[in-house]
């Protein structure tokens, strides 16, 4: 049950597109494709943005993406905005109804 | 409206015990299998424990195993978590999640729980 890696930072420019990786192993990433990407603002709970891997909650915007390949997931965020502004916290499902979290990435737009 | 709304947390001084409460409305709480997650102040998420739609189920994160014990009552759209032996580690704000379709879709505010003499 070691968390997930994720870049404790990743910055980009208004419009820019920003990729956020979470990296874990062949008993969670790896054997599943249940990866969530969660939202959270400063004091804020956190908010579903991608479930599955790559799908999105209605009202989420396409701007946000997900992928996987082998034991690590990314999150892709394109046109950058400032509102986009957060950190990130990715999830996966790792057998026997129990999940772990990623490390947490802080996005600042510049 | 979807709601969930956590109680019980504050202050509590190391081996003592404390148990959160969680209250939701606006879905169909006896569909869902519901979980715990916490955040230690400037960290990441953790999760706690969930416990299946009937209650029949519960699974724990290895760090509160035979510490911590979620449990619900369907009649009252509630999920606890009792926490025993708390220690210093265990500060966080924990927040209540519903838990279907392998993905966490709806959060509470959270409850701020100190483990400090």
């Known amino acids: 049950q070691s968390a997930l890696t994720q870049p404790a930072s990743v910055s980009g420019s208004p419009g820019q597109s920003i990729t956020i990786s979470c990296t874990g192993t062949?008993?969670?990433?790896?054997?599943?494709?249940?990866v969530s990407w969660y939202q959270q603002h400063p004091g804020k709970a956190p908010k579903l943005m991608i479930y599955e891997g790559s799908k999105r909650p209605s009202g989420v915007s396409d701007r946000f993406s997900g992928s996987k390949s082998g034991n690590t997931a990314t999150l892709t965020i394109s046109g950058l905005q400032a509102e986009d502004e957060a950190d990130y916290h990715c999830?996966?499902?790792?057998?026997?109804?129990?999940?772990?979290f990623g490390t947490g990435t802080k996005v600042t737009v510049l | 409206e979807v709601q969930l709304v956590e109680s019980g947390g504050g202050l509590v001084q190391p081996g003592g015990s404390l148990r959160l409460s969680c209250v939701a409305s606006?879905?169909?709480?006896?569909?869902?299998?519901m979980t715990w997650v916490r955040q230690a102040p400037e960290k990441g998420l953790e999760w706690v424990a969930n416990i299946k739609k009937d209650g029949s189920e519960k699974y724990y994160v290895d760090s509160v195993k035979g510490r911590f014990t979620i449990s619900r009552d369907n009649a009252k759209n509630s999920v606890y978590l009792q926490m025993n032996s708390l220690r210093a580690e265990d500060t966080a704000v924990y927040y209540c999640?519903?838990?279907?379709?392998?993905?966490?879709?709806?959060w509470g505010q959270g409850t701020l729980v100190t483990v400090s003499s």
């Open positions: 999830c996966s499902y790792a057998g026997t109804s129990t999940y772990v």
């Open positions: 999640t519903t838990d279907r379709g392998y993905k966490c879709e709806y």
């Open positions: 606006g879905f169909s709480f006896n569909n869902y299998y």
């Open positions: 062949s008993s969670d990433v790896g054997s599943y494709n249940f």
